[in-house]
Every structure is written in structure tokens, then in C-alpha cells.
């Protein structure tokens, strides 16, 4: 079983910047980066396949968030600029072994334990 350790959250004002990072046991086929805010669904943020590098993004984030690997350290980092109160939620790591579409959470079978993102405005 894959380990995913998540660190990096915390608070800042819109417009700030945070990176979080993930820290993996292993490399799977495919990480990401989910949020969830209270009362809503868990939604896709980035993913990234390891092998290619090739990065995906919700439409939300696209232009301010970067999703990046380092494979030395086994960590995939999500930056995140420009942000914004809706932004504010629960940020999860989360690696599977396949391929498929990158933000359906289902097919997700490591998560880590969270980090915490609050942007005030």
C-alpha cells in the first residue's frame, strides 16, 4: 500500500501563495491533488502522470496551480498562487496504479491524510 504523507497547508490572504507537498512511499502511474470544501463533493485540482510528467488541471486552477514531481525525494508538489477564498478546503494527495480519467476520486486508491487550506478575502 502506498504511503502519502501531505504537508504545507495553512492560511493566507487572497492573492497569497502556498506550496503544498506530498511526500510517497512510492511512485504510482498516477498522482493528484483532490480538495474538498464542507458540504461539498471531493473534487480534482491536478494530476499528474509520473512517468510522462505530463500535468492536467481542473478549470478552476488552470494558470495559477503547478503540479510538479521530484523524483529523488519521491514528492509531488502542488503550488498554488493567486488564491482565491474559494479555494479555501481540504487539500488530499492521492495515487493510484492505472491510468483513466485523472479527477474521478473513485478509481483513487492511496490518500493522504489531508492539509488544510484557508484563504481569507
Known amino acids: 500500500q502506498v504511503q502519502l504523507v501531505e504537508s504545507g497547508g495553512g492560511s493566507v490572504q487572497a492573492g497569497g501563495s502556498l506550496r503544498l507537498s506530498c511526500a510517497a512511499s512510492i511512485f504510482t502511474v498516477t498522482m493528484a491533488w483532490f480538495r474538498q470544501a464542507p458540504g461539498k463533493e471531493r473534487e480534482g485540482v491536478a494530476g499528474l502522470y509520473t512517468n510522462s510528467g505530463s500535468t492536467l488541471y481542473a478549470d478552476s486552477v488552470k494558470g495559477r496551480f503547478t503540479i510538479s514531481q521530484d523524483n529523488a525525494k519521491n514528492t509531488v508538489y502542488l503550488q498554488m498562487n493567486s488564491l482565491k477564498p474559494e479555494d479555501t478546503a481540504m487539500y488530499f494527495c492521492?495515487?493510484?496504479?492505472?491510468?483513466?480519467?485523472?479527477?474521478?476520486?473513485?478509481?483513487?486508491?492511496?490518500w493522504g491524510q489531508g492539509t488544510q487550506v484557508t484563504v481569507s478575502s
Open positions: 492521492a495515487a493510484r496504479a492505472g491510468w483513466g480519467t485523472w479527477s474521478n476520486a473513485k478509481s483513487y486508491n492511496a
